[in-house]
């Protein structure tokens, strides 16, 4: 597995501090950032999940914990959108240039607008997608906010 992605190398580049974890990958999970919690040994709130979704018809990153569901409402909020719905699956892949179970909010092929949910700044560090499945980038939710210019908000349910 190479541990150099887009992802990787759009922090590199920003000058952003961070590290990454590999672990084994399972296709079946109902729950891949659940998955991966587990995987590596770390409490699901600190890995956190990229979604692609649509507000207003228009594509958006939200950066979610693991163990959490994203409010439509609140997404929608977040934007200031009138609703909000998520992504099918070939459409994110297609938006961002990566495969589901791979999508990082990082280093996409087409940038969009990028929501955090609000709790996950109070961690220390947190986990993202590095842009490929099995890999995790793990950084300060402050560092991943800037990187990605990303709002953040109340996103979950």
Do not use: W
Not at 86 to 94: L, S
Not at 96 to 106: C, D, E, K, N, R
Not at 109 to 137: D, H, W
Request: hydrophobic share 45%; charged share 20%; aromatic share 4%.
């Amino acid at each position: 597995m190479s541990k150099t992605t887009r992802a990787t190398q759009a922090l590199q580049q920003a000058g952003v501090s961070f590290a990454v974890a590999t672990y084994d990958y399972d296709p079946g999970a109902d729950r891949i950032g659940l998955q991966a919690a587990e995987a590596m040994g770390v409490p699901p709130r600190i890995v956190l999940k990229t979604l692609m979704a649509e507000a207003d018809g228009k594509p958006v990153c939200v950066v979610v914990p693991s163990d959490r569901e994203v409010g439509m409402k609140k997404l929608a909020a977040a934007f200031g959108a009138r609703s909000a719905q998520m992504m099918r699956p070939a459409d994110a892949e297609r938006v961002t240039g990566y495969h589901v179970g791979g999508i990082s909010p990082l280093g996409q092929k087409r940038a969009v607008p990028a929501a955090i949910e609000e709790s996950a700044m109070a961690e220390a560090e947190v986990f993202v997608n590095g842009g490929q499945r099995g890999l995790q980038i793990r950084l300060k939710p402050q560092d991943l906010q800037a990187a990605l210019k990303a709002k953040v908000a109340p996103l979950v349910a």
